[in-house]
């Protein structure tokens, strides 16, 4: 049976363009964005560079290895990183008129050109033009972890065939879960279990009602979203606030450092001085993409989010696959959740997630539903937002609604498809009825 499903999926994978219409038609929008940011560049990176060196700092004196800083010559970045990325625009106008695809790697080193040039401009026009480069890297990944939890319960939805747009009540009530139980019991491993158990029950209802009752799996998510955040908020204000010392002071999970490795220069803070939320995202990677790709639960979940009816015919319980994908999503994004209360900050507060769900999402589809390309599209969400702090406190010319705006704008540009098509599962959001 898995070897017909692995056969019908290779079929289709040979014929992507079935269904999707002209396919072959060459598309102009990426040498377009590509020549209009590399002319911006050119007039504000280059031509409007700050006068003045960058230092950007690898480690402290008092670290057990201290690395020399980096510093940098505006001027001179700002011109080679303009000058580069109007070669790669030229290149990719030159491949789209000859009929070619423009490769990925274009558009890698155009966007890492884009950010070193922006970096470098942003932090020289600061009062104090130097900054911790690896502090800024560091809080990336920080806030990068609900995120990832976020987007990998997509993954497990999407690729079942069920759109999960719950992925913010599951932060929500998972955090909100983690900070009672935790406070209760003194125990922030309580709250973590608490956490994925809240995460479970959110995912039962959209569930039950996407799949058992074939009700709409986008409405189900929002009214879910909007249950979840009214019921935390009247919870909040008429328990948690009135007793706080009771109901909403957990202890903050411990932070776990492994010898030798967390001191390794830059990389080992980041990696290697975690709580068990953050290492437990590493391993959640791993074995989801793992499992997806390389385990007969994997090959059939992917059949019954492409083609239901193939796997069904093969001897596939579609409904109770996707079942239970959807709750174990639910453990999750209950345990990403628990970031906020146990690791983030000490205690609950309303609508505290701020629609970090929905940015998930997104990291999900720029990532086009594959783990690891989530997992990385959640690190660029989590540094634009670090880096949008960082630089408030600099004093950058940059005004900081700009700023605050900066991981929302990223968000708007990797749904909008500016890296190329994302397609989604055949069957995600569509009901499946046994004929």
Not at 157 to 163: A, D, K, L
Not at 352 to 358: D, E, N, P, R
Request: proline share 5%; hydrophobic share 55%.
């Amino acid at each position: 049976m898995s070897t017909a499903i692995a056969r019908h999926e290779s079929d289709q994978s040979k014929n992507p363009a079935r269904g999707t219409g002209d396919a072959g038609v060459r598309s102009w929008k990426n040498p377009i964005i590509l020549s209009v940011v590399a002319l911006f560049a050119l007039l504000v990176f280059a031509l409007g560079a700050p006068g003045n060196d960058v230092t950007f700092r690898l480690s402290e004196d008092n670290d057990p290895i201290v690395l020399p800083s980096i510093v940098v010559s505006a001027p001179v970045i700002g011109w080679i990183a303009a000058l580069a990325m109007l070669a790669l625009a030229v290149l990719a106008i030159l491949r789209t008129r000859s009929g070619q695809k423009v490769p990925t790697w274009v558009l890698a080193v155009f966007a890492v050109l884009f950010l070193v040039a922006f970096l470098t401009w942003v932090v020289g026009s600061a009062r104090t033009p130097n900054v911790a480069l690896y502090g800024l890297l560091a809080g990336s990944v920080t806030l990068a972890v609900p995120l990832i939890f976020g987007s990998l319960s997509g993954v497990l939805c999407e690729r079942s065939g069920v759109v999960n747009i719950a992925i913010e009540g599951q932060l929500l009530f998972g955090a909100f879960a983690a900070a009672v139980a935790a406070s209760l019991s003194g125990s922030a491993f309580v709250g973590l279990l608490a956490a994925a158990v809240a995460g479970v029950l959110v995912s039962l209802v959209l569930a039950v009602f996407s799949i058992r009752y074939v009700v709409n799996q986008v409405i189900v998510g929002v009214v879910l979203n909007v249950l979840v955040s009214g019921l935390t908020g009247f919870l909040f204000s008429a328990v948690l606030s009135e007793d706080s010392e009771r109901w909403n002071s957990p202890p903050r999970l411990p932070v776990i450092e492994i010898p030798l490795l967390a001191d390794i220069p830059v990389i080992g803070p980041i990696l290697f001085q975690q709580t068990i939320v953050g290492y437990l995202m590493y391993v959640a990677v791993a074995v989801v993409y793992v499992a997806l790709y390389h385990s007969r639960w994997g090959l059939r979940t992917r059949a019954v989010g492409e083609h239901p009816k193939a796997a069904d015919t093969l001897g596939v319980n579609v409904n109770r696959m996707r079942f239970m994908n959807v709750l174990l999503a639910g453990v999750v994004a209950g345990i990403g959740g628990s970031f906020f209360t146990l690791v983030a900050v000490s205690g609950f507060g309303r609508d505290m997630t701020a629609g970090q769900g929905y940015i998930a999402l997104a990291a999900l589809i720029f990532g086009r539903w594959n783990p690891i390309g989530a997992f990385f599209a959640a690190l660029l969400f989590g540094f634009a937002t670090n880096l949008s702090n960082v630089l408030s406190l600099l004093g950058t010319p940059v005004p900081d609604q700009f700023l605050r705006m900066l991981p929302y704008v990223v968000t708007v540009f990797a749904v909008a498809g500016l890296v190329g098509r994302s397609r989604a599962p055949g069957a995600s959001g569509i009901p499946y009825i046994k004929g």
